[in-house]
């Protein structure tokens, strides 16, 4: 079984993704880590490079070739990513949604504690806002551009959740609960 991650930034994806792939066993892929990896090497940070995107349709393609891949080769995964649902159709798809602001607030508060290589500091949360909105304006834009896929369509997903007030642990439970009962009994 695939399972596939998308969501709003900050809406606890790659946390997510990776304890559920800890809990089933499964691999755990990220586009994000790929992306913010393919930033560094232009000496880019992830934001410059969702500025770049937008006028070279190229490096959307490697990404999203890459998630297409890895659905036609492997089995058993959790991935996250905004267009894995689109490029591996097979997989069981969840969508995160989030408060905007409870969005900004965690990604501020890990932007202080950790370092994510090419990712911003931010100023404060009303910062972090203005640049969350502008990089998901971006996203959508070009995901339409690119593909007619409207990561914000929540008839394209299996299951949404609102993570704003759940815990990590909370999100992992419910998508467990959710999954389709021929799939359970694999696992």
């Known amino acids: 079984m ?7 930034l900050g809406s606890g994806k790659s946390t997510a993704a990776k304890n559920l792939a800890k809990q089933l066993n499964y691999k755990h892929y990220s586009t994000g880590d790929f992306w913010r990896e393919l930033a560094a090497r232009r000496n880019l940070d992830v934001y410059e490079y969702n500025k770049l995107a937008e006028i070279d349709p190229s490096i959307d393609k490697e990404i999203d070739g890459f998630s297409g891949e890895l659905g036609k080769k492997e089995d058993d995964f959790v991935i996250d ?7 591996i159709p ?20 890990h932007s ?10 931010y100023e404060n949360i009303e910062k972090t806002m203005e640049a969350i909105k502008k990089r998901d304006e971006s996203e959508k834009q070009r995901f339409l551009s690119l593909y007619n896929a409207d990561i914000t369509n929540p008839n394209n997903y ?4 609102n993570t704003t007030n759940l815990t990590p642990e909370q999100v992992v439970e ?6 389709p009962e021929d799939e359970i009994r694999k696992i």
């Open 2 to 8: 695939i399972i596939s991650i998308s969501g709003s």
């Open 90 to 109: 097979q997989s069981y798809k969840v969508q995160f949604e989030i408060d905007p602001y409870e969005g900004a607030k965690r990604i501020f508060l």
């Open 174 to 179: 419910k998508i467990l609960d959710s999954l």
């Open 81 to 87: 990513s905004r267009l894995a649902w689109y490029f």
């Open 112 to 121: 202080q504690q950790t370092n994510r290589g090419n990712e911003k500091r």
């Open 158 to 161: 299996d299951l949404v959740i």
